[in-house]
């Protein structure tokens, strides 16, 4: 897909920074749901982490736990909403990476911030992409994380790998992107996302 590491990092500079602009949305297929008026939408960071280690560039992602009380057992960044004692979006990424898959802090290189993303829970969600040029021992965060897996960065880029689904949800059939990889099912705003970064690293 690119030659050499320094290749990769520069195409998603370049990616970071012409996808400057309108962000995505859970509602982005389903014109016809009203937002409620005056939603007050929280702030989180998630964590796009592109391991450089290897033959293949991969992306980390993680499998919720089953015993978690809001979307257990679904595919995800590591990431979480913004906590008080956060500096920023970028900080809170690299907290909640620390705390649920036990990435260091400063391991990461941080190349930048794609566009917000909204979800049907009211938070407005960075995504902060990095590279990760080093190993690091993964360490599943007990009760809230079940796994930690890698895809093929050259999977989620490729537009052709998204299947627009739907299910029935608060009486209307809402529609939703999927980015299926082996047993890993990738849905709703993870791959939302992940088709966003495809269509800005294809631009």
Avoid at 113 to 134: D, G, I, K
Avoid at 140 to 166: K, Q
Avoid at 181 to 200: K, N, S
Wanted: aromatic share 8%; net charge neutral; proline share 9%.
């Amino acid at each position: 897909m690119y030659d050499t590491p320094e290749e990769l990092t520069g195409r998603l500079r370049r990616a970071i920074v012409t996808g400057q602009g309108d962000g995505s949305s859970d509602f982005d297929l389903n014109p016809e749901f009203e937002l409620p008026p005056g939603r007050k939408l929280r702030p989180a960071g998630v964590l796009v982490p592109i391991s450089l280690v290897g033959s293949k560039p991969h992306l980390i992602l993680t499998k919720r736990s089953s015993a978690l009380k809001h979307h257990p057992g679904q595919i995800a960044f590591p990431g979480g909403k913004v906590d008080e004692g956060d500096r920023d979006v970028t900080h809170a990424a690299l907290r909640e990476a620390w705390e649920e898959i036990g990435l260091p802090q400063d391991l990461p290189e941080v190349i930048g911030h794609l566009p917000t993303h909204e979800t049907v829970t009211s938070f407005q969600v960075t995504p902060v992409v990095a590279v990760l040029r080093s190993e690091f021992e993964i360490r599943p965060e007990a009760g809230e994380v079940d796994e930690v897996f890698s895809v093929p960065l050259s999977h989620v880029l490729d537009p052709r790998n998204y299947i627009v689904e739907s299910r029935r949800w608060r009486g209307t059939r809402r529609r939703y992107y999927t980015v299926p990889f082996g047993p890993y099912y990738i849905w709703g705003a993870t791959a939302r996302m992940l088709r966003q970064f495809a269509d800005r690293m294809g631009a």
